[in-house]
């Protein structure tokens, strides 16, 4: 009669599952996990970036564990992470030595290093290609590496941060460097006013859709004046852990791919004015949300009335996890509390 | 049977240690919110995550356990909350009240009363009892470190002016020892005096929410009220279970298919066991 | 009015300065201000070094224009903010020993429920417009440990009528209220614990002249029958003329005059004080 039911409750979730892999199964096609990781890569750094986990191959799976379900991929790729011992936290990545694919600036034509444009899909016309199902894909894979084989490698140069330049001129509001260890959001919980090693994390992990919505409000009115783009790079950064026997020396254990943002806002600076800066940096390449956070970050700094610059409001919500999870709760039942809802009712009236 | 390729209870050893840290300091300090580093779940946040990482945390091989939601100890939350720390554990799990060791629970208190042996670990979804006064979690804190409870008190006056009655339904704020204003998570009204100097311990977690706090045995807890308003109870005057005709528990209210409507048992373990008594 | 008494409340020396100022205008001598701008650093010296006193049972005015500083002064007192420097101290708090702006946040809530009432020009800031008129008074009595709920409603019931609203309207909500009722709901909040010393900052500024009046005498009559202390501002002489003792006059963040009332309206002596009074006739 109802799904709390008064038994039978374990009969039900199982007959609930076979029903979810009957949908999941959907066809005798199957999608390979190595597909997912490559032909739907901007799902899988999403799901990593809200996961907090860089690992394409799991993100890969749990997108094929779920339907595609941004939020029950996340979800796997956390509870997973939750079983992980931490054996050792790697040194700090410094960005500007980023191998980077991708570089512009909204600022300047002409930056140090250049512009490269990399992969876009900004210039592109959103045309839906109705050949595509023909498609051969080792076909065409084949081709663009025959013609990249082709071509001769470039010499790859560390381009300096365009902020660097506005910072020697003194028009940057400098953040102290601070080299206490960062608070760790996945390993105590968020204490007001937060750190900003807490908040970066926070909005690195947050729900792309959220903080998207957010940034889209501050510019539209509910914030500061529109910012400028001083700066988006995507590409690779090194990963190393220290080596246990010498703490000079270090160990490469990889590289993972990022999206990093600048903007720059005016900002009050006693009588004069300078630039203030917002960060961004996400997993992957995901950079409406990098750029988003970047927005967020300068209007926490700022403060003021509206709900962007209220750090409770932007830190406290943005939770993939927790959003869908409290929400979702919503459809468990609550027949005692509702009881008791309807008794205080009764009483007033009677 | 266990999945062998998690560690028992599923967290990591360093996890379960850090979260018993959280629950020692919640027992030295009834009723204050000790926050903690919550650890993601293969179950929802808002599903129990609190309340489970305090069973994942405290149980071993020997223990008993119990899963409730809306006292029902069949309910899908239940099952599928039990059915997550069989597969991680393998601990023997029972219906009956008196045989558990650790009950895990959403919303209810068992009808018989606990004793030292067992801990009843609930789930919250909301930890702050002032969160419906104040949203900002910086101002709460500091209302708890300054025992300032002035805005509860007032809502429950606003309550009295309007409709003559104190209107808060479940969760219905209690004073733990004297010191600290507590949330007794979503439970009835009904359920509040149970925890009033009771011998077992509570435990409270709330995993979205990162907090635990705790009833250590024989504290005082008492629902607010004021002086010349007694506190005063969900109200079944009249009403009995329809299968075991018991008028002095927790009712759920229901309707057949002709719309006709009847009470049961919220209980469905005490239920039983008060029909399995009757028949012998 | 008991001048030879120990004053209710007595502020020595405050400052609230906007900016970190400079040595110009530091030095109280140099001619580096403009009104209450420092032309050198872009200070503002809001509250300029005032020292008052208030005594038992006398309502003292502060008169002056918009920015004279005379709602700073207020709401330093009531812990809107802290003040950049001076002190001020209540004879019911510490037995005068100790500032106020040295209370902690539990102490500050003590005073502002119990020793001291405040009514704001803006009913908004010193209303729970939503809650009942009832219970607006009533946060003060629970904020001051009673829990007898029975009581709290006599107590609305009391000081309601006091400012006459009639006990029917106790359980609505400001909100619905007119101007000047809000304005007599914010009174009797303030009054609930019988207070030492109330804060009215331009309490009739805004209200149709006919109400102004009425909440005037309304004050007037409070003062008869409770022997309260009362701080008064406003920006209006005809207001301070009709409660005030003694006044004080305040120009640019200072005072330029002060002395009883009637002495200050029949021969003022600053050139500001002439202005005011001549504005009047």
Not at chain 3, 78 to 101: C, H, Q
């Amino acid at each position: 009669m109802t799904y709390v039911a008064v038994s039978g409750g374990k009969e039900a979730i199982e007959a609930s599952i076979k029903l979810l892999d009957f949908y999941k199964g959907g066809t005798e096609k199957d999608v390979e996990i190595e597909a997912i990781e490559n032909k739907l890569s901007l799902l899988v750094d999403r799901v990593m970036g809200e996961a907090g986990l860089y690992s394409k191959t799991y993100a890969a799976l749990a997108i094929k564990q779920c339907e595609g379900s941004m939020e029950e991929a996340v979800f796997l790729l956390r509870a997973y992470r939750s079983t992980l011992t931490r054996n050792y936290y790697t040194n700090v990545v410094n960005t500007s030595e980023m191998r980077i694919v991708r570089r512009i600036s909204a600022a300047f034509k002409d930056i140090i290093g250049g512009q490269i444009l990399g992969a876009s899909y900004d210039y592109t016309h959103r045309l839906i290609n109705f050949d595509l199902d023909k498609e051969k894909a080792a076909e065409l894979r084949r081709e663009v590496l025959d013609m990249l084989g082709a071509q001769e490698p470039e010499e790859i140069s560390l381009c300096p941060r365009v902020s660097d330049e506005l910072r020697k001129e003194g028009l940057i509001e400098q953040y102290a460097q601070d080299d206490k260890p960062p608070h760790d959001v996945t390993m105590s919980m968020l204490e007001f006013p937060a750190d900003r090693s807490a908040r970066l994390q926070t909005l690195a992990r947050a729900d792309t859709g959220f903080i998207s919505g957010l940034a889209y409000s501050a510019l539209r009115g509910f914030g500061q004046e529109h910012p400028t783009v001083g700066e988006l790079r995507c590409g690779y950064v090194e990963l190393c852990v220290p080596y246990p026997l010498d703490e000079q020396e270090e160990i490469y254990i990889g590289e993972v791919l990022l999206t990093e943002v600048e903007c720059f806002n005016k900002a009050d600076d006693k009588e004069q004015l300078k630039l203030a800066v917002g960060y961004g940096a996400v997993f992957g390449r995901n950079e409406t949300k990098a750029i988003s956070m970047a927005v967020i970050d300068r209007e926490l700094d700022h403060g003021g009335p509206y709900p962007t610059q209220n750090e409770e409001f932007v830190l406290m919500h943005g939770d993939s996890l927790e959003m869908n999870g409290f929400i979702s709760h919503l459809k468990l039942p609550h027949y005692v509390t509702f009881q008791s809802k309807l008794d205080a009712v009764r009483k007033t009236r009677a | 049977m266990m999945n062998r390729n998690y560690n028992f209870a599923f967290l990591d050893e360093g996890s379960k240690r850090e979260i018993r840290r959280a629950a020692l300091k919640a027992v030295a300090i009834p009723g204050y919110q000790v926050s903690f580093g919550s650890r993601e779940l293969p179950i929802g946040r808002g599903w129990g995550t609190g309340g489970i990482q305090l069973t994942l945390s405290l149980i071993g091989p020997e223990d008993v356990l119990k899963v409730i939601d809306q006292g029902s100890d069949e309910s899908v939350n239940a099952v599928n909350i039990k059915k997550f720390i069989g597969l991680c554990t393998d601990v023997e799990t029972t219906t009956k009240t008196s045989e558990a060791t650790v009950i895990q629970t959403r919303h209810r208190i068992p009808e018989v009363p606990l004793t030292n042996r067992q801990i009843l670990i609930f789930q919250v979804p909301i930890p702050e009892p002032l969160r419906i006064v104040e949203a900002r979690e910086e101002v709460t804190k500091k209302m708890h470190a300054e025992k300032d409870y002035a805005p509860i008190w007032l809502q429950l006056y606003e309550s009295l002016v309007k409709y003559n009655k104190v209107t808060i339904a479940s969760e219905y704020p209690c004073m733990v020892s004297g010191r600290y204003m507590m949330n007794p998570s979503p439970i009835p009204k009904f359920d509040n005096p149970k925890l009033h100097r009771a011998e077992c311990l509570y435990l409270f977690g709330a995993g979205r929410e990162k907090k635990i706090y705790a009833i250590p045995p024989y504290t005082e807890v008492i629902s607010l009220a004021f002086d010349d308003i007694p506190f005063e109870k969900e109200n079944f005057k009249g009403k009995k279970c329809r299968l075991c005709g018991s008028e002095n528990t927790y009712l759920d209210e229901m309707f057949d298919q002709h719309g006709d409507r009847f009470y049961q048992c919220s209980d469905t373990s005490y239920c039983q066991e008060v029909r399995d008594y009757v028949s012998g | 009015m008991y001048l030879d008494e120990a004053p209710v409340l007595s502020v020595k020396n405050l400052v609230v300065r906007y900016g970190a100022g400079c040595g110009l205008c530091r030095d109280r001598t140099s001619q580096s201000m403009e009104k209450n701008r420092c032309m050198a650093c872009g200070a503002v010296w809001a509250v300029n070094d005032i020292s008052l006193d208030v005594y038992p049972g006398e309502v003292l005015g502060i008169v002056g224009e918009s920015g004279s500083g005379k709602t700073t002064l207020m709401r330093a007192l009531y812990f809107d903010f802290i003040p950049t420097s001076g002190s001020a101290v209540l004879r019911d708090y510490k037995n005068g020993e100790k500032s106020i702006w040295e209370a902690s946040s539990a102490e500050q809530r003590m005073l502002k429920n119990s020793v001291m009432g405040m009514v704001y020009q803006n009913p908004v800031m010193g209303l729970r417009m939503d809650y009942s008129a009832a219970s607006n008074i009533a946060e003060k009595i629970i904020a001051a440990g009673s829990r007898n709920a029975a009581k709290m409603t006599e107590r609305a019931a009391e000081l309601l009528a006091a400012v006459e609203i009639m006990t029917s309207r106790m359980s609505e909500a400001p909100r619905n209220f007119s101007g000047g009722m809000q304005q007599r709901v914010q009174i009797s909040k303030a009054l609930a614990n019988n207070p030492a010393l109330l804060l009215l900052d331009e309490v009739t500024t805004g209200l149709d002249l006919s109400v102004q009046a009425k909440v005037l005498d309304l004050i007037r009559k409070i003062k008869a029958k409770y022997g309260i202390s009362i701080l008064l501002v406003s920006h209006d002489l005809a207001v301070i003329r009709m409660l005030a003792d003694r006044t004080i006059v305040m120009l640019d963040g200072k005072i330029v005059e002060s002395g009883l009332t009637d002495q200050i309206l029949e021969d003022p002596q600053d050139v500001y004080t002439q202005q005011l009074v001549h504005s009047l006739i």
